[in-house]
């Protein structure tokens, strides 16, 4: 028995690799998940800066759409 890898072990190998990268490509919250964990680490300050200006488009959205209604 050898210890040099065949060509279908070395094959094999790379299409796990390939299929992992294809994975992790298309695994877009796992990503996000991950995107958000670096700026907390990172720049926790950034984090907060976005999420009240979230709050702040989702409140702007929520009283122009409540106030369209009232014009009714």
Do not use: C, F, H
């Not at 210890?3 to 695994?27: C, F, M, Q």
């Not at 300050?45 to 409140?59: F, P, Q, W």
């Amino acid at each position: 028995m050898t210890t040099e890898p065949t060509d279908v072990e070395r094959a094999r190998a790379d299409l796990a690799e390939a299929l992992d990268a294809i994975e992790y490509k298309l695994n877009v919250p796992k990503r996000a998940a991950e995107r958000v964990q670096n700026l907390r680490r990172d720049n926790p300050l950034a984090l907060v800066g976005i999420a009240v200006g979230a709050a702040a488009a989702v409140g702007g959205v929520v009283w122009l759409a409540i106030r369209a209604s009232r014009r009714k």
